[in-house]
Nanobody, 124 residues
């Protein structure tokens, strides 16, 4: 069972940027699709972005298209989520998760293993 570790969260002003990382020590991420999800207080967890195992295909929620970019570094066994032009509504706990599904699903039920999350707060 992989141990996923998210990092890079924090407090940022509206319009700012953050880069989240998801690492999996001792587990090869390259065989799996990787997704980023977020959950705001009082709201359901939602899919933000995902990348296929080969890194060739990506998918984004409409709310983040054009602002967020997902990528993976196979050598570092890490997946990143670059977040730009952040808005207060981007606030939440961000989780990474892995899926054996071929493709780029944004549904949480398609993912098997999850990290513990990193807090992102967008506020002035």
């Amino acid at each position: 069972q992989p141990h996923l570790v998210e990092s890079g969260g924090g407090l940022v002003q509206p319009g700012g940027s953050l880069r989240l990382s998801c690492a999996a020590p001792g587990f090869t991420l390259s065989y799996y699709g990787l997704g980023w999800f977020r959950q705001a207080p009082g709201k359901e967890r939602e899919g933000v972005s995902c990348i296929s195992s080969d890194g060739l295909n990506t998918n984004y929620a409409d709310s983040v298209k054009g602002r967020f970019a997902i990528s993976r570094d196979l050598e570092k066994n890490t997946v990143y989520l670059e977040m730009n032009s952040l808005k207060p509504e981007d606030t939440g706990v961000y989780y990474c998760a892995v899926t054996p599904i071929v493709g780029t699903p944004l549904e949480a039920e398609e993912y098997d293993y999850w990290g513990r999350g990193t807090q992102v707060t967008v506020s002035s």
